[in-house]
T-cell receptor, first 117, second 112 residues
């Protein structure tokens, strides 16, 4: 049963610490998204990649957040330094986009629940 | 800038009732629209995807319609069950494989 895997599932950290979240997309998927979910803002796109190349990271605070895909099986989202306002659920999602195709169901991981105190 | 709105924010119904969830979007130039389900503490599960050229999609007791010109979609759930209790989110994209823009969701509770 193919699924998007995220680690850690839960993280509590102190303000100022570095946080790294990891995502293993579904094998063969060429598009990876990072979303953040909060009660106030709902789901917001932070960044997304196609074939490991960043396509849009306009939703990500560049001074403290960074997103990378070291290889096709791993995406990372790093926050340094973390702040209490970063407390949220961070979702990774993946999909397969084929040129000329007709639709792209997106599959979400179960999220990384981050609390910064 | 695309804005997606879902009404109502919360809905409680007795088991067996048919119900409709609403989604509206301000920019009708969408590529597709998806409905997702989110259970507490879980990720999102895609329920139905409608291409911009389509009017509706069906899966079991679920039927989603799309009226692109008016910027509206509805998710119809027939014969609701307690297991349908979850938050339902709609999302639009503007190009193939593009980013999803989400509504705030409708929290559905189906009472036995």
């Amino acid at each position: 049963d193919a699924r998007v895997t995220q680690t850690p599932r839960h993280k509590v950290t102190e303000m100022g610490q570095e946080v790294t979240m990891r995502c293993q997309p579904i094998l063969g998927h060429n598009t990876v998204f990072w979303y953040r979910q909060t009660m106030m803002q709902g789901l917001e796109l932070l960044a997304y990649f196609r074939n490991r190349a960043p396509l849009d990271d306009s939703g990500m605070p560049k001074d403290r957040f960074s997103a990378e895909m070291p290889d096709a099986t791993l995406a990372t989202l790093k926050i340094q330094p973390s702040e209490p306002r970063d407390s949220a659920v961070y979702f990774c999602a993946s999909g397969l986009v084929i040129a000329g195709g007709t639709g792209n169901t997106i599959y979400f991981g179960e999220g990384s629940w981050l609390t910064v105190v | 800038k695309q804005e997606v709105t879902q009404i109502p924010a919360a809905l409680s119904v007795p088991e067996g009732e048919n119900l409709v969830l609403n989604c509206s979007f301000t920019d009708s130039a969408i590529y597709n629209l998806q409905w997702f389900r989110q259970d507490p503490g879980k990720g999102l599960t895609s329920l139905l995807l409608i291409q911009s050229s389509q009017r509706e999609q069906t899966s079991g007791r679920l039927n989603a319609s799309l009226d692109k010109s008016s910027g509206r979609s509805t998710l119809y759930i027939a014969a609701s069950q307690p297991g349908d209790s979850a938050t339902y989110l709609c999302a639009v994209t503007h190009n193939q494989g593009g980013k999803l823009i989400f509504g705030q969701g409708t929290e559905l509770s189906v009472k036995p």
